[in-house]
């Protein structure tokens, strides 16, 4: 063969990838250019004076024995990131859906409307009931009505059940139920935290909307984990708490995978009540969340300055499981 002949083949050979070439280039090096005077700088810090579009603030304890709670299931567009748009399920158009709060022995009347193009559903952790009966699927422009009394103080994960539960979970179906006890807990500044995870398919259309890359999720791999729904969100926009004050923090792992270690840097936990009865754990540093599970962390900060809150699997805190918070003086 001609060398000229040769050398066209190998030309259109190395132009040509195949499948058993690798393209993708190598693994980035992890960043270590830290930002200044700020620890544990996973993400960019905020001022506290600006306000986060949606508030990490609890509710107030429920009035009234009797809550009618009515749910709508639909498709809606949400910024996980700033610019990065994912196509998600919801319960009422926002991801983690309503934070819900009741007293044991309340009556919680629940009603799900499906407002959406395929089944959903609604698994309260918080309940005792049937799933055959109160959890099944919903048909779109139809609805489920069920009622329960919760027996067992906590915070509790809701979510949609519908197969594969993993694929509900992840495009947004889920969200926090505080139960309180009948004798009120002491007063604190209350804040509520929904750890949970997304898995970006490529980008679609003008926009590049992510849609749900299912090998990713059963790789456990994912691209954003957050707290309420958005990468950083209260690290851009820090939580102004007292100092020398108590805080309680009721923190939920939607997951749908991964553990959240959850801890706050320079701050050792006084109280932490996992859902159950009996005396909380004391004196402790870091507590796994685990996945469908829920925590009730109680401290103060000793002093003003800022304080990191993160899962502490600290690949799922550069992905965006980070907030802080920004301890005034009293
Ligand atoms: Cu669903």
């Not at 993993?166 to 889920?174: D, K, P, S």
């Not at 500044?189 to 490529?202: D, K, N």
């Not at 851009?236 to 007292?242: D, Q, S």
């Not at 749908?256 to 706050?264: D, G, K, L, M, T």
């Amino acid at each position: 063969m001609r060398p000229l002949l040769w050398a066209v083949i190998l030309a259109a050979a190395c132009g040509s990838p195949s499948p058993s070439h690798d393209t993708t280039p190598p693994a980035k090096a992890a960043p270590l250019t830290p930002p200044a005077e700020m620890s544990h700088g996973e993400a960019p810090v905020g001022a506290a004076t600006t306000k986060p579009d949606r508030a990490a603030d609890a509710p107030p304890r429920a009035r009234g024995r009797r809550h009618r709670i009515r749910m709508t299931a639909v498709a809606a567009r949400h910024e996980v990131s700033p610019g990065v748009w994912y196509d998600a399920w919801t319960f009422d158009s926002i991801v983690p859906g309503p934070v819900l709060r009741a007293t044991v022995g309340d009556t919680i009347d629940f009603t799900l409307v499906n407002g959406a193009d395929m089944p959903h559903s609604m698994d309260f952790h918080a309940a005792e009931i049937a799933p055959n009966r109160a959890y099944r699927n919903v048909m779109p422009r139809d609805s489920v009505q069920f009622t329960f009394v919760p027996r067992v103080p906590g915070a509790f994960m809701y979510h949609c059940g519908t197969a594969p539960v993993a694929a509900h979970i992840a495009n947004g179906m889920y969200g926090a139920l505080i139960i309180d006890p009948a004798a009120p807990r002491p007063a604190a500044q209350e804040y509520v935290f929904v750890q949970s995870e997304y898995y970006m398919g490529a980008g679609q259309g003008k926009d590049s909307v992510h849609a749900l890359d299912w090998q990713k999720l059963l790789g456990a791999s994912p691209d954003f984990v957050t707290f309420n729904g958005v990468a950083s969100r209260y690290a851009t926009h820090p939580i102004p708490v007292k100092a020398r004050t108590p805080i309680r923090l009721y923190v939920v792992n939607a997951g749908p995978n991964r553990f959240s270690a959850f801890h706050v840097v320079g701050a050792i936990f006084d109280r932490i009540y996992v859902d159950a009865f009996g005396s909380p754990l004391r004196g402790v540093q870091t507590y796994n969340v685990p996945v469908g599970g829920g925590a009730i962390f109680e401290l103060e900060l000793a002093e003003p300055g800022q304080y990191p809150f993160v899962s502490h699997a600290f690949a799922d805190a550069t992905k965006g499981a980070m907030g802080v918070l920004q301890a005034m003086s009293r």
